[in-house]
């Protein structure tokens, strides 16, 4: 859970994820990752990890942007599925917890907006610009891939490349669909964002977004970002072997 100058949605946000753990019977914790927050953020992250023992924190002296919170949420996670759900309690945990179930076939779960409505008409064209780009470039053909998404954490760890920007979710799905990883797209809910204001949307981050593409384009078309092994506890991996036990 990444959060920069949370404090008026941190609290709600780690809430509303421990009782969707709970609701959904799932042993899991929350990594907090403070990239750099100077609001009192880290002292609402103290008081609560006093009262849950399943809540802990990474703290950033400096903001080090998304990418990096998520690889150092993943670096720290004790579980072997991973999700990043934001510290600004615009995304409802239960949304993307209820096809965890779906990890039983597939190795990434990748949730996509189904009540669009929520977001200005900018925010959506700016979304669809990008979605275009991405599936045209890649030959991809994904629905949305800056959500929720659930990952069985091996399947990260064999990655050569780390984003650190918000480019992050994209580079990481088109490098493991495109490796042949097995995937589902589902529908999700997103909510209003309660307090605050998105910092996804601003010229700096798009600078690191566009050098994130172009770093892709040269790994792909360089055939640079498939030189990476199927791990065994992979369902992908699991499946294609099923498949050539019952060939023979």
Not at 35 to 49: M, P, R
Not at 109 to 118: A, C, D, G, H, L
Not at 173 to 182: H, N
Request: charged share 30%; hydrophobic share 40%; with cysteine.
């Amino acid at each position: 859970m990444p959060a920069l100058n949370e404090e008026r949605n941190i609290l709600a946000a780690i809430r509303n994820t421990l009782e969707a753990l709970d609701h959904f019977d799932i042993d899991g914790d929350i990594c907090v990752v403070n990239d750099g927050s100077t609001d009192k953020t880290e002292d609402l992250l103290n008081e609560i990890i006093r009262k849950h023992t399943r809540v802990k924190m990474i703290k950033h002296d400096l903001p080090q942007g998304i990418g990096a919170s998520f690889w150092d949420g993943v670096d720290n996670a004790e579980g072997n599925i991973v999700v990043m759900i934001p510290g600004d309690n615009e995304n409802d945990p239960s949304e993307i917890f209820r096809y965890i179930s779906l990890l039983e076939h597939v190795d990434i779960v990748v949730p996509f907006i189904f009540n669009r409505e929520v977001r200005s008409l900018f925010r959506n064209a700016l979304s669809f610009i990008y979605r275009f780009i991405i599936n045209t470039t890649f030959l991809v053909n994904f629905n949305y891939t800056n959500g929720t998404v659930l990952y069985r954490k091996s399947i990260l760890k064999e990655l050569n490349h780390r984003s650190k920007s918000f480019f992050f979710q994209t580079d990481i799905l088109v490098r493991t669909v495109k490796k042949g990883y097995l995937f589902a797209e589902v529908p999700y809910r997103l909510d209003l964002r309660k307090e605050g204001i998105s910092k996804a949307v601003s010229f700096p981050s798009f600078l690191k977004v566009v050098r994130g593409y172009l770093r892709l384009v040269r790994d792909y078309y360089g055939k640079k970002s498939v030189d990476m092994d199927l791990p065994d506890d992979s369902m992908t991996s699991v499946r294609h072997n099923n498949r050539k036990r019952f060939e023979v």
